[in-house]
């Protein structure tokens, strides 16, 4: 067992003592534990190319689709609905990443990922919820699986959408050809494993989409593009679809989880002035600046990108229009690498290419982990 474990790769780094789970469910004696202390991470981030993925993972198709959802609330509803919900997704993925630290100090852990935590949590609450610990990280790993993946998609056809607009009038080909010739690039790019490595890439599209940010803000000021008076306040009817295109814009749990777990200094991520705070302050504020813009620009006439209202034809809102397109690619790694990672580890369960990690450093005042260690039972069953 000793050689295999040296020869195998470790799928997850969380791993616990086995008689600590139970002797820690209450919280006590973990005070001198620090998990942060304890994380090894291969090539972990530091906090500005964390910051740097965390505004590519939100700076996706979502900035684009504002003006049309400022349409549907109202200038003023929609700024306000705006910066509260923004608020209110900062102060949950607070909450979240908290909950994940004192999960991993009850366990005595040096990281737990978000499914892991979750059952974690259940285990260690009221008697009538432990039994849900398992079918609840099941669950949350769909769930991710699904929303990841579903927003991938959403990626492709934003940009195969607004290709074809370009190229159909010089050939013409179905939105499906379109799909599949970025789908080949895509996968390609999607095989760099490592967070580290691709934050010159997340860099690079950060300063694309900047760009065509500052072309589409220059043409939305240039003119109106209707002369329709503003709607200030909106209608009830229509706000549901302006709160649900600010929830898919600014929600990025899983993605936020797996940026948190990869910080050479994870504490930067949640204090007043970190990298949370400061990523979702500048989020916001574009979102609004580019909504009210687009919005004022447009009124009752926004299409689904703000980018499809530009002029259309060669010139300058048809390099912005490009430019967007290829910064939205390091987005869809973001979203796909969570779902990725989620089925490779399960499947890696199922097929015993696993291994018992024999040490791991325990904390202050605690005793050393004795191999073998017990494996998360609900992500990496035993090996026998």
């Given amino acids: ?54 505004l590519k993972c939100s700076l996706g198709t979502g900035i684009l689709a504002m003006p049309q959802a400022f349409a549907r609330a109202g200038l003023v509803t929609a700024i306000i609905s705006t910066v509260l919900v923004g608020a209110l997704v900062t102060h949950c993925l607070h909450v979240l990443v908290r909950s994940q630290y004192a999960a991993c100090k009850m366990r005595r852990v040096p990281l737990l990922t978000y499914p892991e935590s979750m059952s974690a949590s259940l285990s260690a609450g009221p008697s009538s919820l432990r039994g849900l610990g398992r079918p609840s990280a099941i669950t949350v790993d769909v769930f991710l699986v699904v929303y990841q993946l579903g927003i991938c998609c959403v990626y492709i056809v934003f940009i195969a959408d607004n290709i074809k607009k370009i190229v159909d009038p010089h050939y ?79 929600t990025a749990v899983g993605v936020v989880i797996a940026l948190e777990n990869n910080m050479k200094t994870p504490k930067a991520f949640g204090s007043p002035c970190g990298v949370l705070n400061t990523g979702m302050s500048i989020i916001v504020v574009l979102y609004v600046a580019v909504g009210a813009l687009g919005y004022v620009y447009c009124v009752s006439e926004c299409s689904d990108s703000v980018t499809l209202d530009l002029p259309q034809g060669p010139g300058l809102a048809c390099v912005g229009t490009h430019i967007t397109e290829v910064a939205v690619y390091p987005s869809i790694h973001r979203r796909g690498v969570v779902a990725d990672q989620i089925v490779s580890c399960r499947q890696s369960a199922r097929t015993r290419a696993i291994c018992i990690v024999n040490e791991a450093p325990s904390g202050p005042g605690g005793p050393p982990l004795s191999p073998p260690l017990q494996l998360i039972p609900h992500r990496l069953p035993p090996v026998t």
């Fill in 172 to 250: 013409v080909m179905s939105i499906e050809i379109h799909m599949v010739i970025i789908l080949i690039p895509l996968l390609a790019f999607n095989l760099i494993p490592s967070l580290k490595l691709l934050a010159p890439f997340s860099a690079l599209a950060n300063v694309l989409t900047f760009i065509g940010l500052g072309i589409v803000v220059y043409y939305l000021l240039s003119g109106k593009k209707s002369n329709e008076p503003l709607d200030l306040w909106g209608s009830p009817a229509t706000f549901p679809l302006f709160f649900g295109t600010i929830l898919f814009a600014l």
């Fill in 1 to 54: 067992m000793e050689e295999r474990g040296k020869s195998e790769t470790v799928c997850l780094q969380s791993v616990t003592q086995p008689d600590s789970l139970e002797a820690n469910k209450d919280g006590s004696n973990n005070e001198d534990y620090d998990p942060h202390l304890y994380r090894q991470v291969t090539a972990p981030t530091n906090n500005l190319e964390t910051l740097v993925h965390l």
